[in-house]
């Protein structure tokens, strides 16, 4: 298990076995009626992000040693539901696999092109399926982090510490609010805005809270 959370970059990881921490990890786990083996609280080799993720192999959950110092309790608790939300959920697409299936079908059309000249006139087109691909895969992400959301609330029944806690994340990590057109197409994750309304929407309280 350690290896693979060190082949992601993190560094120094802590397995909680009996800390107040996994207790409430696991707390609301069984609350959420997910199976969940254990919590790591890690520090990344490359950055310093209040961050968290669930990996579905070993029904861990990972979080950032400094997600958890900087978040209240009730934040981190909606951060934990959310990512339990993830392992309930069904699995989501790996988008660099897209990005590999790309490169066969490139090159099988390059191999049997009749000639230079009439690959070259609808080379073009072939970049169409891989944008197609990378836009689709998008949104199932973002669909699947917008229901991860609502089930966070639903296990906590606090809809607005899940917003609170990705605006404490955002200032932290220093992200923006908002993405634009192009950013909302291919990333793999809603803007907070984009998830904040969501969740108001959901729970139908006024957006302009």
């Given at each position: 298990v350690?290896?693979?959370?060190?082949?992601?970059?993190?560094r120094?990881?802590?397995?909680?076995?009996a800390?107040?921490?996994?207790?409430?990890?696991?707390e609301?786990?069984?609350?959420a009626?997910v199976?969940?083996?254990?919590?790591v609280?890690?520090?990344?080799?490359?950055?310093?992000?209040?961050n968290?993720?669930a990996?579905?192999?070993?029904?861990?959950?990972?979080?950032?040693?400094?997600?958890i110092?900087?978040l209240t309790?009730?934040?981190?608790?909606?951060?934990?539901?959310?990512?339990?939300?993830h392992?309930?959920g069904?699995?989501?697409?790996?988008l660099?696999?897209?990005?590999?299936t790309y490169?066969?079908?490139?090159?099988?059309?390059w191999?049997?092109?009749?000639?230079?000249?009439?690959?070259e006139?609808?080379?073009?087109?072939?970049?169409?399926p891989a944008v197609?691909?990378?836009?689709?895969?998008a949104?199932?992400?973002?669909?699947?982090e917008?229901?991860?959301d609502?089930?966070s609330?639903?296990?906590?029944?606090?809809?607005?510490?899940?917003i609170?806690?990705l605006a404490?994340?955002?200032?932290?990590?220093?992200?923006?609010?908002?993405?634009?057109r192009?950013?909302?197409?291919?990333?793999?994750h809603?803007?907070?805005?984009?998830?904040?309304?969501?969740?108001?929407?959901?729970?139908?309280?006024?957006?302009?809270r």
């Open positions: 350690k290896a693979l959370f060190k082949q992601g970059g993190l120094r990881l802590t397995f909680l076995e800390e107040e921490f996994r207790a409430r990890a696991m609301i786990a069984r609350q009626g199976r969940l083996n254990g919590v609280v890690f520090q990344h080799r490359h950055f310093h992000q209040a968290a993720f990996h579905r192999l070993t029904r861990y959950i990972a979080v950032s040693d400094r997600l110092r900087n309790k009730r934040e981190v608790d909606a951060v934990i539901a959310h990512e339990l939300g392992l309930r069904w699995p989501g697409v790996y660099p696999k897209l990005y590999w490169l066969p079908f490139y090159f099988a059309c191999v049997v092109s009749d000639s230079t000249s009439a690959f006139w609808w080379e073009p087109f072939i970049a169409f197609v691909a990378v836009i689709v895969s949104r199932i992400c973002q669909s699947r917008l229901a991860a609502v089930r609330a639903r296990v906590s029944g606090d809809s607005h510490g899940m609170a806690a404490r994340i955002a200032r932290l990590n220093r992200e923006p609010a908002a993405w634009g192009i950013e909302g197409l291919i990333l793999t809603p803007s907070l805005t984009t998830r904040a309304l969501s969740l108001a929407a959901r729970f139908q309280f006024p957006p302009s």
